[in-house]
């Protein structure tokens, strides 16, 4: 088995709003930084307070480990001076400490400053101005902030993802923080919808909705709710992904007949057919840097992962093993292709090593679907089913950790995680 | 041999549903519309035309919409099934495409909608695919039987339309169909 540390069982239960994605986290790696996040200065005003979602947002990560602290006096801020001894003694590889500060707008001051305490050194510390229903998101921030001078590597916590959940006969398209917090509703519909994916920019969803009887794609602008029909032609409109530009999509529609790619731009202008083959070719996706279209075909007999030339070309089978390789999906860096593989009657996600061919099982569960890297490449969201219902599971690509995210009520299914945003 | 004056009386529910292309327009009523074709017919006994009589609030009985839903007649089923991973249509719904066919050569202001569906079993996308490759396979067959292209328009529901949901292949089988839907009718 892959989890060789799975061991490690850490339940990290969030606040329950009611049908609020909740996440568990099932697995994590052996080392973890131990870090105190010391209580801000005076975050009491700002329940459940700025370090207590800090240090969930790093824990989830299975990279951290969160140390219990006592009480403290006097509470230390960002100008406190540090005692490395102290926090050594603690157990402490780093230490947060930072500050809460009603302003007389409304608004709040939190300032925070992060040390080394192995280096014994200052490594740095951020303010920010927010209002209070900014409070999770400026929490995330500063978790990024404290992931990436610690990792090397970008932190996710202040992204977002998108999913579907059904309740009954009602679809509802979601986004929520990536810890699931703060989810609000973009569409609700009587009709299935499927395929959501985010705009380069973030600020756009296309998707694919069966509110008129048929597979339509449509982008939805998440702050004023407009949206537009991308492609509604004869037949079906499905599976679209934008360009690196967020100004065209990869789709594929069946107006010629079967189901084949097509360019469109994103206002619908502009059709034209990208390849042409006997079989269903879908689900494209653009690597990273624009070059290449992956995509599903079962043009060969069985249904493979593909690539072709975004410009037009030969396509060039990519999967080999196994008779079931859908849903290709590149990593931001491009070396790796996540993808759905059918293992034994088992629909798993695999990662595939670009350069060196290698395969590699990340799951262990039977109905894997719509996996989706975060933007920092470290995870991979994905679909999946638990006693029935649809839940969304995440696996790190080293296949070490795994965290699951459910709904109280209904399934969730078809999640998307949103890219970098500043 | 007497002729019979109906046919303007049943056309009226095709024409209502026909002259718009708005999908959510229900078909016209049948009420009142008909009249009968001067000369079309006379009785050698009486000298007098036949009434034709209207009922109202549902469809005259030789309405073609009544027939499409007459449970002993072949043209109240709707649906074809697949084998897994198969997009053939088999011998034994033959007769019953042959007779939507006739349908539509027959009626030619009849419009219909196919929805290939597939089972839930892996990539919703793929499944997309797989359902309109069986609503193309089904239009292709009636195309061929002499039912107008612009008639029909072939689209996926993919696995997002279960009519059976447990993990069974009864119900996988169930649900591997392509519907044939009138003007109306969805």
Redesign the interface.
Known sequence: MLRTFGFAVLLAWLSLAHAQLAIEITGAGAQRIPIAIVPLAGEKVLPPGVSTIVRADLERSGLFRGLELPPLSPEPNENSNINYAEWRSRLADAVVVGSVTPRPDGRFDANFRLYDVVKQKPIGGLGFTFAKEQTRVTAHRIADFVYEKLTGEKGVFSTRIAYVVKRGNRYELQVADADGAGQETALASFEPIISPVWSPDGKRLAYVSFENKKPVIYVHTLADGKRHVVANFKGSNSAPAWAPDGNRLAVVLSREGGSQLFMVNADGSGVRRLASSTGIDTEPRFSPDGQWIYFTSDRGGSPQIYRMPAAGGEPQRVTFEGSYNVSPRISPDGKTLAYITRNSGKFQVALLDLSTRQAQILTDSEHDESPSFSPNGRMILLATVLGGRGVLSAVSADGRMKQRLSTAAGDVREPAWGPFVE | MRAITYPLIISVALLGACATTS?DQKPAPTESAGTSKPGASTSPTTGREPVAKVETGKPSATSPFAVLKDPNNVLSKRSVYFDYDKFEVKDEYRKLVEAHAKFLRENPSAKM?I?GNADD??????N??????RS?SVKKMLTLLGAREDQI??????E??PVCTSANEDCWGKNRRGDMLYSGE?
Do not use: A, T
Request: hydrophobic share 20%; glycine share 16%.
């Open positions: 999908e909608l929805q079993r892996g990539s919703r996308e793929y997309v695919g797989l359902g309109q490759r193309d328009e072939s689209v996926s529901l993919g997002e339309k969805y």
